[in-house]
């Protein structure tokens, strides 16, 4: 078992990683100085694998607790769906101090985090990631929120959990698409904060597939820490947070216009293959750097290629997430890896040319 303490002052917290952990998460809550009541919020899937055993750690721990059920998918992370779980936890007797645990991937993390820190002005939150992407990412930083109409995350707050309790053990029942997700946030924080990181993924990349449990809780912990440390000089997203975005700029605006119908994680990795070109071609990069990055992302069962789409369309969709100005792009760079920078000042000409390179 590894733990990486986020620290934020009062607002920090203990993320807690290991085989098992799911069923300890009583004993945790109750370290934390929980008690009382308690609410999960799951979807059902996720509460088929691993709902059971997480209410038993709980009661065995003395808490009186509600389980409640989201629909999977991301157009449950609604104003909707968090109005409908108010009204549940009213029901259940939840009260300032009766924490809500949030179980299952970003989706139910993300809504159950915007309902905790807005039921009551807010109630202690508890995130049990069971998605690589949850774990390494979402449960950590302390961003809730749900989406409004078209826009993904419009509705939101900073609101830190007081644990987080990741259980790598859940991974073994995640689909294989679902893994690579995640390994592509995983690599993002190796590229941009730790070459010794990168060297260990590509030495370990087979156990990692093979979902080894020792290397899962490898990568989850150190992944956390380097999310943790920026976080930590940046919690509002106000300045060096930014360099979280690596690959996503463009990420994004692929995803948006194929529709959403490619996985984030493989939009990222695409997106990070273009921010290598953008680098190299702006002379901050050697080229000579970029078949490592590439190799590894594939060997992660990730995307480096440009699927069958207009160029024009993925320039256009930037200019509407407003990453667009004058002509210029706004976008993470890369110098080597381990230092990556925003810069402002990237030609629009570039970026198509990166583009092209990779269709
Ligand atoms: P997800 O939450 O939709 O989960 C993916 C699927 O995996 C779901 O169908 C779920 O039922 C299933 N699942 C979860 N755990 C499982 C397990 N252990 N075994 C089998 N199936 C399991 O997807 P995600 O990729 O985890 O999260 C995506 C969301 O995260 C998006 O809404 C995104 O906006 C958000 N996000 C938030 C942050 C943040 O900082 N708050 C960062 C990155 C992403
Ligand atoms: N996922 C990026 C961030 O938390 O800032």
């Not at 990486?4 to 002052?9: E, K, M, P, T």
């Not at 009551?120 to 302390?142: C, E, I, K």
């Not at 590439?294 to 699927?307: D, E, I, Q, S, Y």
């Not at 002509?327 to 890896?337: A, E, F, P």
Request: aromatic fraction near 4%; hydrophobic fraction near 45%.
């Amino acid at each position: 078992m590894k733990k990486v303490r986020v620290r934020l002052g009062r607002s920090g917290y203990t993320i807690h990683i290991g085989a098992g952990l799911l069923s300890e998460t009583g004993r945790l809550l109750r370290e934390t100085g929980l008690d009382g009541k308690a609410i999960i919020i799951t979807d059902p899937a996720v509460r088929d694998f691993y709902g059971t055993s997480l209410k038993q750690s709980l009661t065995a721990q003395g808490f009186k607790t509600t389980l409640l059920e989201v629909p999977e998918g991301e157009q449950h992370k609604s104003l909707e769906t968090a109005g409908r779980l108010y009204g549940e936890l009213a029901a259940a007797g939840a009260e300032r101090n009766t924490p809500v645990i949030a179980l299952g991937g970003g989706v139910i993390g993300d809504l159950a985090g915007f309902v905790a820190a807005t039921y009551m002005r807010g109630v202690p939150f508890v995130q049990a990631p069971t998605t690589l992407l949850a774990q390494v990412d979402s449960s950590v930083g302390g961003k809730v929120a749900v989406d409004h109409g078209k826009l993904k995350n419009m509705v939101g707050a900073f609101y830190q959990p007081r644990l987080v309790v990741s259980d790598v053990g859940s991974l073994t029942t995640l689909p294989a698409e679902q893994l690579a997700n995640g390994l592509s946030e995983v690599i993002k924080h190796a590229i941009i904060r730790d070459p010794e990181f990168f060297t260990y993924f590509e030495e370990n990349i087979d156990r990692i597939k093979a979902l080894d449990e020792k290397a899962l809780e490898h990568i989850v912990a150190r992944s956390v820490e380097i999310k943790a440390q920026v976080v930590e000089k940046d919690e509002k997203d106000l300045g060096l947070r930014n360099i979280l975005n690596f690959g996503h700029t463009i990420g994004h605006a692929v995803e948006s216009v194929l529709d959403f119908g490619i996985a984030h994680g493989q939009a990222v990795a695409i997106g990070m293959m273009a921010a290598c070109r953008i680098s190299a071609d702006m002379g901050v990069l050697e080229k000579t750097e970029i078949p490592r990055i590439r190799k590894l992302l594939r060997r992660a069962g990730l995307r480096t290629k440009l699927p069958g789409v207009d160029v024009a369309r993925v320039l256009e969709a930037m200019k509407h997430d407003k990453k667009v100005a004058d002509g210029k792009v706004k976008l993470v760079l890369i110098r080597t890896l381990g230092d990556v920078f925003l810069s402002a000042d990237v030609d629009t000409a570039i970026v198509e040319k990166a583009l092209v390179s990779l269709r």
